[in-house]
Each structure stands twice: as structure tokens, then as C-alpha cells.
């Protein structure tokens, strides 16, 4: 297992993840406009032996991050390495000077919602109609994150009332 930096090469492998999980998933050319035209994205992949297992992305926003997507493929997924994605992603925003992250999750999306709340993140508000594929809201939560002396972070309990 290796986490890197999302190259354009990338790309293909990201987008059959996308359309294997996502109801309304991403194109190739956005993915290419977050790599290249987007000085705030920041988005990682997950190998396995080689192969693209996943992905996660998220905006960095001065003191905020706000994760844009994360996904694996169906045959990794139920075996912990979500929440090893999450975790790279919080740290690695933590690194980049972020102090809060942020995430918005389909509210019927039962299974998430528990790992994002495992990973410390709170419910603060909902996005109504935020899906377009079935007009579905979305929760968003937030976490705090706090960097530790190696500048690894954890998550410092949770917001109450966070912004949107």
C-alpha cells in the first residue's frame, strides 16, 4: 500500500473508479482541470501492487480543507483502507497548514457517515438538493484537526454548529 500525489496519467484509472461508484461521477476533463488549472486542489492516490486502489481530493483553502471526493474501488472497500485514505488526507491537509476539514455526504449514505464520524467529524448543517442525480440532501460535517509534534494530525474532537 502507497500513497502519492495524482498524476495526469492517472486519470483513466480514476474515472472507472468514479463511474464504479458514484451515481454522478466526475469526467476525465474535470479531474484534468483540478490537476492543472486549480491552484487549491490537492488529491492523492492509494496503489496496491501497482494498480490505482483509490483516490481522495480536497481543497485547500487557507486554514481550511474541504474534501472533494474519495472513493475506492468495490473489491478494497469494507477493509479498512477508507479510513487509511481519510486519514492520509487529514494529515496531509494538517501538514499544509489546514486546522478544520470539511465534507459533505449523501444523507442516505449510512456507511460513510459512520466512518466520517469514527475519523472525528461532526454534523453541522445540510445542503438541500445538493446531489444532482435524485436532487438528494447532503449532510456536512466538519472535523478539527490538530497537528501533533511530528506534524501528524488527529482529530480533535468535533465542531459544534460549524459553518457551511
Do not use: C
Not at 5 to 11: R, T
Not at 67 to 81: C, E, H, M, P
Amino acid at each position: 500500500m502507497e500513497y502519492r500525489l495524482m498524476k495526469l496519467d492517472d486519470i483513466a484509472a480514476i474515472v472507472e473508479i468514479e463511474q464504479e461508484v458514484f451515481a454522478a461521477p466526475w469526467t476525465a476533463e474535470a479531474f484534468r482541470n483540478e490537476l492543472t488549472n486549480n491552484m487549491f486542489a490537492k488529491y492523492m492516490v492509494l496503489e496496491m501492487d501497482g494498480d490505482v486502489a483509490g483516490y481522495g481530493g480536497m481543497w485547500l483553502i487557507i486554514d481550511e480543507a474541504h474534501v472533494t471526493n474519495i472513493a475506492l474501488r468495490s473489491q478494497y472497500q469494507g477493509q479498512g483502507y477508507g479510513k487509511a485514505l481519510l486519514r492520509e488526507l487529514m494529515k496531509t491537509a494538517s501538514y499544509l497548514g489546514a486546522r478544520r476539514m470539511t465534507l459533505e455526504v449523501r444523507v442516505s449514505n449510512e456507511r460513510a457517515q459512520s466512518l466520517y464520524r469514527k475519523m472525528g467529524f461532526a454534523p453541522s448543517g445540510v445542503r438541500p438538493n445538493y446531489y444532482s442525480d435524485n436532487m438528494e440532501d447532503a449532510l456536512i460535517m466538519w472535523a478539527d484537526l490538530i497537528p501533533d509534534n511530528r506534524g501528524e494530525s488527529e482529530t480533535a474532537g468535533t465542531l459544534e454548529g460549524g459553518e457551511a
